[in-house]
């Protein structure tokens, strides 16, 4: 079995490096996929329900899903080969014949009826080297009848006109048919516009080649699944001449992205109707119209920088605008997706620059939008009531350039209201600077609206200003930036021993603090961590041990300086396996468990209890150094019975009776070890 595997992956790692195009690539994977069934076998993935079927490539075998629906496997006969009965596989070359009789085998027999109609036969049964894309007999079947008809009715000139059209006068296999590239047809020179996408899909003016590469005597025959018509406008001129792109239009005009779409390119224009526009509630409409900025990039957010055909995409795939952000383009069935959502009402208009696929939604990114727009679209609703209703409106409305601390949803304890002191820690969440993330560093300091400084803490792990930490993307607005941040801020109001004092489950640790003589040293200016014992944790000790601990200045001073941390650390900058160097002791071991932080198996019961000068964390038991074995371990959770001495001894001889480790003792190997020692 594992050998059959290595000769399978070694056999698609050859066809990926043999490959010469990605289709080539993705045909090869068929065949390899298809070999069991014979020689000349391709694996093909068909959509449930439908005729549509696609060579396939590893990851959408694996999936069997295309554009979310499931597929089945089916197996035909590669390109060029057909079965003999009897006989495995499809061991026989297709017999070359010219092009008229090809379209008959390779399942475009309608367009050899309208060929000979058209009195094209002669011509494709007779000298010359053509390229025929010609359209399968379903994709007439899908014509309207009222071009079908307008073709038919005069079938000398424009169903003749059409046929020419998608034939060129020379032989082009699929590896000559390179992303980007353009023929010229034989109808009055058209061109016809190739696009070789990296998935294997290749199209011609958006149609996907569905049978490539049949040859023929006088030419070559790329089935395609759709009817092509000749395009002569650019995107530009395409959008000028539709009543229901106006609004489009004049925006694109206001924003002076005219010469780009007129340009030469390979564009795809996401282009939201007038009636995606009217969806807008007026004041943002007219803000972004208003702001030159804003509605460059609102527009450029609709630009891919590459031409994408509806029938390229299989399933959802990160795509760079213009705006320098990226859509996720995808699929749903027979439905072609922006960002997940089926709101593509009309796709492929081609350009001879790029393609257009109409959206009844406009897509605002979060460089045109305000502090409360972008919040507004995010899952940070409680946070977002709390700003209003504390009268920042202003703020998150405006253009000051501001970094708002948005705490998610779940970070709130019940329904608050706003307060005097609630309104003043908004405030405080409100940063005076336009901030990314990027731009931190571990001791930076950050002044609120408030007047606060806030202090940046980076760890391996996160990234944190006092005890909140970012939970997600930056969202960089117009003037502003927002971070999700996983908790609401505390800032600190006071040096550690005045959070001590404030805090009644601290009382004897406040006395012990004064009777050890280390009052200044919490009130002093610094970055401590203090793993605070609480009176739970004194109560826990003997009376006796107690006596004699508070007796013992030394003794006190120094069980106190090994719960005090050299460095600060917030709860949010503990993974697994931080280490901690104490001011007297060896290390504290810290990890994390069910989201609760433990320091020497003991869990911190109370975290992030934010000081000028460090931060405290409460603890219910007096920290003692773990034993030498538990040390190496992570510090997560409570620790495991060690097993006696004499357990060990016992395992040890269990072992050495076993025959394994009798075998090695008696081996070669093991003898010359004990001959060189």
């Known amino acids: ?213 049949q040859h023929a005597t006088n030419g070559i025959v790329h089935v395609v699944d759709r009817v092509i018509t000749a395009i002569s406008n650019n995107v530009h001129t395409l959008i000028e001449i539709d009543d229901d792109l106006e609004t489009l239009r004049m925006a694109i005009a206001a924003a002076g992205l005219t010469n780009i779409l007129e340009n030469e390119g390979q564009y795809t224009v996401f282009a939201p109707t007038n009636e995606a526009f009217e969806k807008i509630p007026p004041e943002i409409l007219n803000r972004i119209l208003g702001d030159p900025i804003a509605l460059k990039d609102l527009l450029n957010y609709h630009i891919l920088k590459h031409m994408q055909c509806a029938e390229s995409i299989v399933s959802g795939t990160p795509m760079e605008t213009l705006q320098g952000t990226v859509l996720e383009v995808g699929c749903d069935r027979d439905q072609m997706t922006l960002n997940g959502k089926a709101i593509i009402t009309k796709k492929d208009q081609l350009g001879t620059n790029g393609v257009i696929h109409y959206i009844n939604e406009v897509l605002i990114p979060d460089s045109a939008k305000t502090l409360l727009e972008l919040a507004e679209g995010s899952s940070v609703a409680e946070a977002t009531r709390l700003f209003v209703e504390a009268g920042l409106s202003s703020h998150l409305t405006g253009s000051e350039a501001l970094t708002m601390l948005a705490p998610l949803d779940d970070a709130f304890k019940g329904s608050l209201s706003i307060t005097s002191n609630m309104r003043k820690l908004m405030t405080n969440h409100i940063l005076k600077e336009q901030l990314s993330s990027k731009s931190l560093y571990h001791g930076q300091e950050l002044e609120t609206l408030g007047g606060l400084k806030l202090r940046v803490f980076v760890y391996r792990n996160n990234l944190c200003i006092e005890n909140t930490c970012i939970a997600a993307h930056d969202k960089m607005g117009r003037f502003a930036s927002m971070f999700t941040v996983d908790k609401v801020l505390t800032p600190p109001m006071g040096t550690i021993m005045d959070v001590l004092k404030a805090d009644d489950r601290f009382s004897l640790l406040v006395g012990a603090i004064q009777v050890a003589g280390m009052t200044e040293l919490l009130n002093q200016q610094g970055m401590l961590t203090f793993f605070a014992p609480t009176n739970d944790a004194f109560n826990a000790l003997s009376q006796p041990e107690l006596n004699r601990l508070m007796r013992n200045h030394q003794e006190l001073s120094a069980m106190l300086r090994y719960h005090l941390g050299e460095s600060m650390l917030v709860s949010g900058g503990v993974g697994s396996h931080t280490r901690v160097k104490p001011l007297e002791g060896q290390k504290l071991e810290l990890g994390v468990r069910n989201y609760t932080v433990y320091v020497n198996k003991i869990p911190v019961v109370d975290a992030d209890l934010m000081a000028t000068n460090g931060v405290v964390h409460a603890v219910n038991s007096i920290i003692k150094p773990l034993p030498p074995k538990v040390d190496r371990e992570q510090a997560d959770g ?24 009798q075998k090695v003792i008696k081996s070669r190997s093991s003898k010359m070890m004990n001959h060189s020692q």
């Open 638 to 661: 409570p620790a495991a019975p060690l097993r006696p001495a004499g357990s060990s001894r016992l395992d040890s001889r269990s072992f050495r009776n076993d025959d394994l480790f």
């Open 1 to 213: 079995m594992k050998v059959c595997l290595l000769v399978l992956g070694l056999s698609l790692v050859l066809a990926v490096c043999v490959a010469r195009s990605p289709y080539q690539a993705v045909l090869q994977h068929s065949r390899i996929r298809g070999r069991q069934q014979g020689p000349n076998v391709c694996a093909m993935q068909q959509i449930k329900g439908t005729n549509k079927k696609y060579f396939t490539n590893c990851k959408q075998w694996y999936h069997r899903k295309i554009c979310s629906q499931p597929t089945v496997i089916t197996y035909e006969c590669c390109p060029g080969y057909e079965k003999i009965p009897g006989e495995k596989g499809c061991p026989a070359a297709l017999p070359l014949v010219n092009i008229y009789n090809t379209l008959g085998v390779v399942g475009a027999s309608t367009t050899q009826m309208y060929s000979e109609r058209a009195k094209l036969k002669e011509e494709i049964e007779g000298p010359g080297s053509f390229t025929f894309f010609a359209p399968s007999n379903e994709a007439w079947a899908s014509l309207s009848t009222e071009i079908l008809d307008a073709l038919v009715s005069n079938v000398n000139i424009e169903l003749l006109n059409a046929l020419h059209y998608h034939m060129v006068n020379r032989r082009l296999t699929s590896e000559e048919l390179k992303h980007g590239f353009s023929f010229a047809s034989m109808y009055q020179d058209l061109h016809v516009h190739i696009h070789h996408y990296a998935n294997g899909i290749v199209t011609v003016n958006c149609a996907r080649l569905i049978k490539p590469d």
